[in-house]
């Protein structure tokens, strides 16, 4: 089964740049998304269709594709982004949608 | 604004079946799809599929192929989850969610499966 994968940690301080990757076989040719979750509470799409962004989602986060790798840039991390994140995307089939294992953002 | 109300917990033995409900309000329920996705605690979400709620079509993960159903009523606006053969590994928050990528979430259904 298609799988994408993620570091199972990033750690900045304060004001830095927070940089994710998840990378997946079939990312040069389907989107990925990028969702937060903060414990106890539903995800929240912060990146679609690799580098756009829902309404109401800071500027600081940006995503980018480069091959078989996707990675979600947080710009001057701030402490409220401490979070899960994970990548979502599809396999090549279009049908079987899968998320990444998740990476732990800690910003201290 | 957009609203996605899911039942309430649930707890089950082995080899039971359980039926998750998710209510919609302020929006056209046929005109999204809605996605089904679980998280055992501590563990990341996992896609279960989704389905359209206009025609009735579905899209299951592999991993439960032949063990979820999805169904929908489109007078209620509301659309379930079946889980069936449940087992310890079910024990987890399911949820509902808007969108062909999901963006609207329910709350989230706690299923605990225990002998």
């Known amino acids: 089964s298609y799988e994408l994968t993620q570091p199972p940690s990033v750690s900045v301080s304060p004001g830095q740049t927070a940089r994710i990757a998840c990378s997946g076989d079939a990312l040069p040719k389907k989107y990925a998304y990028w969702y937060k979750q903060k414990s106890g509470q539903a995800p929240v799409l912060v990146i679609f269709e690799d580098n756009k962004r829902p309404s109401g989602i800071p500027e600081r986060f940006a995503g980018s594709i480069s091959g078989t790798m996707a990675t979600l840039t947080i710009s001057g991390a701030q402490v409220e982004d401490e979070a899960d994140y994970y990548c979502?995307?599809?396999?090549?089939?279009?049908?079987?949608?899968?998320f990444g294992g998740g990476t732990k953002l800690t910003v201290l | 604004q957009v609203q996605l109300v899911q039942s309430g917990a649930e707890v089950k033995k082995p080899g039971a079946s359980v039926k998750v409900s998710c209510k919609a309000s302020g929006y056209t329920f046929s005109n999204y799809d809605i996605n089904w996705v679980r998280q055992a605690t501590g563990q990341g979400p996992e896609w279960m599929g989704w389905?359209?709620?206009?025609?009735?079509?579905?899209v299951y993960a592999q991993n439960f192929q032949g063990r979820v159903t999805f169904s929908r009523n489109t007078s209620k606006s509301t659309a379930y989850m079946e889980l069936s053969s449940l087992r310890s590994e079910d024990t987890a928050v399911y949820y509902c969610a808007r969108g062909g990528v999901p963006e609207y979430w329910g709350q989230g259904t706690l299923v605990t499966v225990s002998s």
């Open positions: 979502y995307s599809t396999d090549s089939s279009g049908n079987q949608w899968v």
């Open positions: 389905m359209n709620p206009n025609s009735g079509d579905t």
